[in-house]
């Protein structure tokens, strides 16, 4: 899996990664499912379908259908999936895609965009979340599947108060429900309604993953960590785009893929699961340790600028401890390696 440059490609290091973090962690519930994922080529799916490839190199006999509204533009990128046989694409939006034949064991729906322009766009924002997960669900119950995994977010508990050091799953902090800056928050906290409203209505069983940042190769760009990275490799100087003060915790994007496979298959019915790292460090402490491991000869300049009230989050940090005491999940991989994991 190497290029003609010699370079180690992301499929062969991911499959590295999977190959330690399966002998520490082993999933066996996947065998010979057959899964539906939506938002399966994003960050997200890109991490879950490395981490099938791997079970299915060990003989897991997982087939998995993908939701994607541009399939051949991720296999171009990504060419290694041309080759996995147990891999095919449903073309579609998540509103109103034909659902394919046939009976599917499990769901997961990771589909939600979460760039600045999706955002700002808040009424089509809203409306994809809310009825894209009531078309997914209708599709899982037509298709008799066991459960569903609903991928969604720790905005849902609202503004983390400064004094709160992590943020527990039965914690609630939402802000103005008519107050547009909210809409992802407010589009997550219904669809995890939705999704609790099905569960009681139908024979069907929904667990939720509410995740916090992530780090890894292919995070999207706008994201804090994501340029920090991308100025240690390709600046002239390491910016911060702020006074450096927020706090963050960062989970490598394959843990986060076995941490997302386990909830889907061990996580309690009717339940949600914190998923990230809840070891908490300032965005400036962040820059230092970037520049230290990948430009210790770049300096780090502080912007300095006020954000926009919706942005300004200060403290955003899981207590994770559910997962980890009721899952046996860890924090396995150190930020070290996922800062140079990010840079493939």
Known sequence: MADLTGKELPEQLAFADFDRLFSLYPISELRGRRLFIT????????????AISYLNSTGANITVTALSRNAQRFLERHPFFKQCQWLSFCHGNIIDYSPPS???????????????????SSLQLFNSMVSGTQHLLAHARSSNAKRVLLISSGAVYGEQPQQVDKIPEDASYAGSSIDVNNVYSEG?????????????AHNIEIVTARCFSFIGYGLPSHLAIGQLINDALYADVI??????????????????????LAILTKGENMSAYNVGSDVGMTIADYALLVKAILAPEKIIKIEGNVQKASQARTVYVPDIGKAVKGLGLKVWTPLSHSIEGHRI
């Open 39 to 50: 938002g399966g080529t994003g960050f997200f799916g890109f991490w879950l379908l490395m």
């Open 102 to 120: 046939g009976h599917f064991d499990l769901f997961i729906h990771a589909a939600t965009d979460t760039s600045p322009s999706a955002i700002e």
């Open 188 to 200: 997550k906290r219904a669809m995890e309604m939705l999704c609790a409203c099905y569960a009681h």
């Open 239 to 260: 910016t911060i785009k702020g006074d450096g003060l927020p706090v963050r915790s960062y989970l490598y994007a394959a843990d986060l893929a076995v941490w997302l």
